[in-house]
């Protein structure tokens, strides 16, 4: 496995300036960096869940710690995995900080979320969060549904062993015509499939 120190870096560092923020009240400014996160997307893919977003750093975390003291992830039910669900909560973000804002009162959505996202992970694997529950990740998953840069399988290289299907976080690599394909709409370009690449076939880049 490569590792990739700066992104471990930025990633603590962004959690820490996401606790201070919170520490001092001023979550607005990281609404403002989810909302660059969000308008960057078409341009170089979800680099703010995989790298900047606080719960991806949490569940990542959670995941390592699982995985040391061999906790199993229970089966996501059929019922969670319903894509309407995770723009249902969206949605219901959107209300509760418009409430908020009316109110003058700050409602600790994003709080709420880091705990649900760390429980979650817990109990299941990266997987039911990232890709069928986190709000966050509807906005992005639509901005960035035509990004310009992001993870590209070289199918010369690859042989399709099945490794980064099996470890991505938000079951972004997909099966078509029997070869494995990211879906750069759900990849949260984490790294992870090319940091556990045998082939070392998989690139961030641009997209044909």
């Given at each position: 496995?490569?590792?990739?120190?700066?992104?471990?870096?930025?990633?603590?560092?962004?959690?820490?300036?996401?606790?201070?923020?919170?520490?001092?009240?001023?979550?607005?400014?990281?609404?403002?960096?989810?909302?660059?996160?969000?308008?960057?997307?078409?341009?170089?893919?979800?680099?703010?869940?995989?790298?900047?977003?606080?719960?991806?750093?949490?569940?990542?975390?959670?995941?390592?710690?699982?995985?040391?003291?061999?906790?199993?992830?229970?089966?996501?039910?059929?019922?969670?995995?319903?894509?309407?669900?995770?723009?249902?909560?969206?949605?219901?973000?959107?209300?509760?900080?418009?409430?908020?804002?009316?109110?003058?009162?700050?409602?600790?959505?994003?709080?709420?979320?880091?705990?649900?996202?760390?429980?979650?992970?817990?109990?299941?694997?990266?997987?039911?969060?990232?890709?069928?529950?986190?709000?966050?990740?509807?906005?992005?998953?639509?901005?960035?549904?035509?990004?310009?840069?992001?993870?590209v399988i070289d199918k010369n290289i690859c042989k399709d062993n099945g490794t980064c299907?099996?470890?991505?976080?938000?079951?972004?690599?997909?099966?078509?015509?029997?070869?494995?394909?990211?879906?750069?709409?759900?990849?949260?370009?984490?790294?992870?499939?090319?940091?556990?690449?045998?082939?070392?076939?998989?690139?961030?880049?641009?997209?044909?």
């Amino acid at each position: 496995m490569k590792k990739k120190p700066v992104k471990i870096i930025i990633q603590l560092a962004s959690l820490v300036l996401f606790f201070v923020m919170l520490r001092t009240n001023n979550l607005k400014i990281w609404l403002a960096i989810f909302l660059i996160g969000v308008a960057s997307a078409p341009i170089i893919g979800r680099i703010y869940c995989g790298w900047v977003c606080p719960i991806h750093t949490g569940t990542m975390f959670m995941t390592a710690i699982k995985k040391k003291f061999n906790i199993k992830s229970r089966v996501i039910p059929n019922s969670l995995r319903a894509p309407w669900i995770r723009y249902a909560l969206a949605a219901l973000l959107v209300v509760v900080f418009v409430i908020g804002e009316i109110k003058g009162r700050r409602i600790p959505a994003l709080v709420f979320l880091f705990t649900a996202g760390i429980v979650i992970t817990l109990m299941y694997s990266e997987v039911l969060w990232h890709r069928y529950l986190c709000p966050y990740g509807a906005f992005l998953k639509v901005a960035a549904s035509k990004t310009k840069r992001g993870m590209v399988i070289d199918k010369n290289i690859c042989k399709d062993n099945g490794t980064c299907k099996n470890i991505c976080p938000a079951e972004a690599v997909v099966t078509l015509d029997g070869r494995n394909q990211i879906d750069n709409s759900e990849c949260l370009v984490c790294m992870k499939c090319k940091m556990n690449c045998q082939e070392n076939a998989i690139f961030y880049k641009r997209i044909n």
